[in-house]
């Protein structure tokens, strides 16, 4: 009973994913604007009406980019890819699930976010967003629970990849589509930030 407690009392932070190189797209997609704003603080946004409180997650050399009154969190390079940002966030705040969102995804909604917070398991490893297509779970539009979390370090120490899917995947994790799929999609090149575009136009 007491576990089941601690486990309705843990709180929800929100985490942008933005710290990431945009090799691909030949610019920080975090700073493309979609919606009259950098992409990473809209979403920065979305999450804080959601959660207790909302992060981005940067590299050191981003800080200075940062208006002081988003909050954020300095990759702490103990791991490669995302997890980098998942780990660093985990371990400033320990105790607290994370509804983690990456800042290439312009068509994420109010609407699909809220959705995911209904479905919620906090018995499971992590919450993750699927596609019908693929069926596999999306780390970066997902609800990781502190526990999830702690085992993904373990993992992370005898692992040959670091790619937090390939850790879902073998997880207890909870699937959930979306009402509609394209609010995962990515846009990581110029064709995708043109079809974003085209999307947001004819909506």
């Known amino acids: ?11 929800l932070y929100g985490l942008v994913l933005s710290g990431g190189k945009s090799t691909r797209m ?16 809209h979403i920065y946004n979305l999450l804080s009406q959601v959660c207790d409180k909302t992060f981005l997650s940067i590299r050191k050399e981003q800080t200075s980019e940062i208006s002081k009154d988003i909050a954020s969190i300095i990759d702490k390079d103990e791991f490669k890819g995302p997890f980098n ?12 699930a994370w509804l983690v969102l990456a ?15 209904a479905a919620r398991d906090k018995e499971k490893n992590a919450t993750a967003f699927t596609t019908r297509k693929s069926g596999l779970p999306e780390p970066l539009a997902a609800i990781w629970e502190p526990h ?3 085992n993904s370090i373990d993992y992370l120490g005898q692992a040959t990849s670091s790619c937090p899917r390939k ?13 509609d799929d394209t609010v995962l999609m990515n846009a990581n090149s110029e064709e995708d930030y043109r079809e974003v575009l085209s999307k947001l136009e004819s909506s």
């Open 85 to 96: 940002g998942l780990i660093s966030a985990h371990k400033a705040y320990p105790k607290v």
């Open 167 to 179: 850790f879902l995947i073998n997880s207890a994790v909870k699937l959930v589509f979306p009402e």
């Open 1 to 11: 009973m007491e576990i089941e407690d601690k486990k309705k009392q843990i709180k």
């Open 26 to 41: 030949g610019k920080d997609k975090g700073v493309i604007q979609y919606h009259n704003l950098p992409q990473r603080e």
């Open 148 to 150: 999830g979390l702690t």
């Open 103 to 117: 800042c290439d995804l312009p068509l994420i909604d109010l609407n699909a976010i809220n959705q995911l917070i």
